[in-house]
């Protein structure tokens, strides 16, 4: 079943660096994942976009995870670093494995830990 990561480009760092400026953090941590998914084996149907804002902007970097008929999840305060792309991986696979995208808090990575933002359900099929 297919699983869309939609990342909100226009997070930036609450804190910006001094030598990089506005980091765009967002844009930075959908590239990472895009980067980490062409080079995953198992990852076919996880599909990467993007949106202009989504409304997390106490909590950037912003990430969705959705599929049809589970729950769907909100994710914030991602940095754009390999470490926090891996466990959001790690997450994911464990997310398309399951049935109705419920994962057991014992069986979350630490990396995606305290950064959940929201819990949504699925949509009702009609």
Same mark, same amino acid.
Request: aromatic share 20%.
């Given at each position: 079943m297919p699983v869309d990561v939609i990342v909100c480009e226009t997070c930036r760092s609450p804190s910006p660096d001094k030598d990089t400026g506005?980091?765009?953090t967002g844009t930075?941590?959908?590239a990472l994942? $895009?980067?980490a998914l062409a080079t995953a084996s198992d990852a076919e149907d996880v599909?990467?976009?993007t949106v202009r804002c989504l409304m997390?902007? $106490?909590r950037p970097c912003a990430v969705v995870i959705r599929s049809p008929d589970r729950m769907s999840y909100v994710l914030g305060d991602l940095p754009p670093e390999p470490t926090a792309v891996q466990a959001l991986l790690d997450y994911l696979s464990?997310? $398309?494995r399951s049935a109705d995208g419920i994962i057991p808090y014992r069986d979350w990575p630490a990396g995606v830990k305290e $950064?959940?933002?929201a819990r949504i359900p699925p949509l009702p099929l009609r």
């Open positions: 506005d980091v765009w930075m941590f959908a994942l $895009r980067g599909s990467v976009s997390s902007c $106490r464990s997310y $398309r $950064r959940f933002v």
